[in-house]
């Protein structure tokens, strides 16, 4: 059963916060979030491997609540670029062979 | 051009035909997977490959798609007597080690495949 993202979509001005969260019925061993602009190829944006981990990319970052079976995506002081649509995927074991991702959020960030 | 290439990036096909999709992986790369992404849709785990080898295709439609990556040459997805509803974007991804849970995959552009 893949992931839950919450929000479906999210409109942002530039300059505004978004959180994307993403919700697993399964145990999580990691989670992986990836970026997708329109028509093309989704580009890794970061993994987290332990509860309550947390990472960051630029002005993005992530945390793992492994209890929860949740991680979030924090996009602070939005950019134009980081419009898109966010996946998260997860693994459902320490040797999991595929990664089961959500449905995805779509992103709008306005001027 | 060192990322995953995927060709061709467009393929139109009329029902019954068959559909070949190639995939080139990472320089260095020797772990490939297929995703179907349907409009509006997340990506949809088919298959994994190493050189020469299955390692899981248990979201591989049983009749009609096999893949395969040799010891030369890109990886194939071959969709045999395509429908309507082979209809979607194919992904390839490759990744330097096996170990998914904490290796990153990196994406080609993808596949669109269309059915007449």
């Known amino acids: 059963q893949q992931p839950v993202q919450s929000p479906q979509a999210v409109i942002l001005r530039e300059g505004e916060d978004a959180v994307i969260n993403c919700s697993s019925s399964?145990?999580?061993?990691?989670v992986h979030w990836y970026r997708q602009k329109h028509g093309e190829a989704p580009v890794f944006l970061m993994i987290?491997?332990?509860?309550?981990e947390q990472k960051g990319h630029e002005k993005i970052s992530a945390s793992f609540n492994e209890k929860k079976q949740q991680s979030s995506l924090y996009l602070t002081a939005s950019q134009l670029s980081y419009s898109g649509t966010y996946f998260c995927?997860?693994?459902?074991?320490?040797?999991?062979?595929?990664?089961?991702f959500g449905s995805g959020t779509q992103l709008t960030v306005l001027p | 051009n060192a990322g995953v290439m995927q060709n061709p990036r467009h393929l139109v096909r009329r029902r019954g035909q068959e559909a070949r999709l190639r995939c080139s992986p990472m320089?260095?790369?020797?772990?490939v997977y297929w995703y179907r992404q349907l409009p509006e849709e997340g990506l949809k785990f088919m298959v994994y490959?190493?050189?020469?080898?299955?390692?899981?295709e248990s979201g591989m439609p049983k009749e009609r798609f096999s893949a395969e990556f040799p010891k030369e040459g890109p990886s194939i997805l071959r969709i045999q007597q395509v429908v309507r509803g082979d209809s979607a974007a194919y992904f390839c991804?490759?990744?330097?080690?096996?170990?998914?849970?904490?290796?990153?995959?990196?994406f080609g552009d993808g596949t669109r495949l269309s059915i007449l």
């Open positions: 991804a490759s990744s330097q080690q096996g170990r998914v849970l904490n290796q990153p995959q990196h």
């Open positions: 399964k145990a999580l061993y990691s």
């Open positions: 987290l491997l332990k509860g309550g």
């Open positions: 995927g997860g693994t459902e074991s320490g040797s999991a062979r595929q990664l089961t």
């Open positions: 320089k260095g790369h020797s772990h």
């Open positions: 490959l190493q050189k020469e080898n299955i390692i899981d």
